[in-house]
């Protein structure tokens, strides 16, 4: 059965960092392209950084550029978000998936707020 659990997120301050965790089971989500997506209250749910399993190469949204990045652990079917210089902005649920999408997981609330 196909399935993704992410994890890690919580409540942080702004200018604090998180680490997100997406767990695969039923398919080998490293071999695939992979996103990390959020969404925040009211919006719909966007696209802020992916990875092309091909060559590694790594594209971000403007709005996460230079303060997110995605890393792949191929042991642990496992894929990270590691996110720093956190901003109320950045509030939302957080949801990995592969790309072609794969049904979604429950995600993982981040709040960023002092």
């Known amino acids: 059965q196909v399935q993704l659990v992410e994890s890690g997120g919580g409540l942080v301050e702004p200018g604090g960092s998180l680490r997100l965790s997406c767990l695969a089971a039923g398919f080998n989500l490293p071999c695939y392209n992979i996103g990390w997506f959020r969404q925040a209250p009211g919006k719909e749910r966007e696209g802020i950084i992916c990875r092309t399993s091909s060559d590694g190469r790594i594209d971000y949204d403007e709005s996460v550029k230079g303060r997110f990045t995605i890393s792949v652990d191929n042991s642990k079917n496992t894929v990270y978000l590691q996110m720093n210089s956190l901003k109320p902005e950045d509030t939302a649920v957080y949801y990995c998936?592969?790309?072609?999408?794969?049904?979604w997981g429950q995600g993982t609330q981040v709040t960023v707020s002092s």
């Open positions: 998936n592969a790309i072609p999408l794969r049904p």
